[in-house]
T-cell receptor, first 111, second 113 residues
Framework: DAKTTQPPSMDCAEGRAANLPCNHS???????VYWYRQIHSQGPQYIIH???NNETNEMASLIITEDRKSSTLILPHATLRDTAVYYC????????????FGPGTRLSVLP | DGGITQSPKYLFRKEGQNVTLSCEQN?????MYWYRQDPGQGLRLIYY???????QKGDIAEGYSVSREKKESFPLTVTSAQKNPTAFYLC????????????FGSGTRLTVV
């Protein structure tokens, strides 16, 4: 199974871009990269996902390197409400039994 | 609005008692999942179900049981055999096409007293 590595914590100043890295060096060609976030004591929330190309939606941008071994989630203008744990997940199967949530990155947005 | 509802939000249990956590979804999703989360940890899969009347054990199924009698409902029972049940429990669902991943409920925090 493809695994991911994320820094345990990061800080970001309010209003600045938050760039959260993720390494997934063993990713297979048909595996997607998903990002979720979890605000304290709530269920995780889907942010974005991608296969090869960079993706953008109303919440964030996802940049995937050409060799697909790493990716970066970008929150363009971080706010205090973006303080959360961010999970980078590689989909390894057709159903969710292999949708593995590791410890993630705890992002603290500072005023 | 469509979504997943977990209840109750907080639950207290005495040692030796069984307790059932509710999970209901109106998203018409086929697959449903139960996860456990301990403080500062990621999520660990307890059970999942891809179709009514069928379910599979996840990584930490011991001491838990589930049923899937209806598409909309996937209750989790924490039995007295679970030695350390105090945790945050999350229910999720997904579409067969899998494109957008999971939709999660808001969780139930279980405390053994």
């Amino acid at each position: 199974d493809a695994k991911t590595t994320q820094p345990p914590s990061m800080d970001c100043a309010e209003g600045r871009a938050a760039n959260l890295p993720c390494n997934h060096s063993t990713i297979s060609g048909n595996e997607y990269v998903y990002w979720y976030r979890q605000i304290h004591s709530q269920g995780p929330q889907y942010i974005i996902h991608g296969l090869k190309n960079n993706e953008t939606n109303e919440m964030a941008s996802l940049i995937i390197t050409e060799d697909r071994k790493s990716s970066t989630l970008i929150l363009p203008h971080a706010t205090l409400r973006d303080t959360a744990v961010y999970y980078c997940i590689v989909r390894v199967g057709n159903y969710g039994q292999n949708f593995v949530f590791g410890p993630g990155t705890r992002l603290s947005v500072l005023p | 609005d469509g979504g997943i509802t977990q209840s109750p939000k907080y639950l207290f249990r005495k040692e030796g008692q069984n307790v059932t956590l509710s999970c209901e979804q109106n998203l018409n999703h086929d697959a449903m999942y139960w996860y456990r989360q301990d403080p500062g940890q990621g999520l660990r899969l307890i059970y999942y179900s891809q179709i009514v009347n069928d379910f599979q054990k996840g990584d930490i199924a011991e001491g838990y049981s589930v049923s899937r009698e209806k598409k909309e409902s996937f209750p989790l029972t924490v039995t007295s055999a679970q030695k350390n049940p105090t945790a945050f429990y999350l229910c999720a669902s997904s579409t067969p096409e899998w494109r957008y991943g999971y939709t999660f409920g808001s969780g139930t925090r279980l405390t053994v007293v």
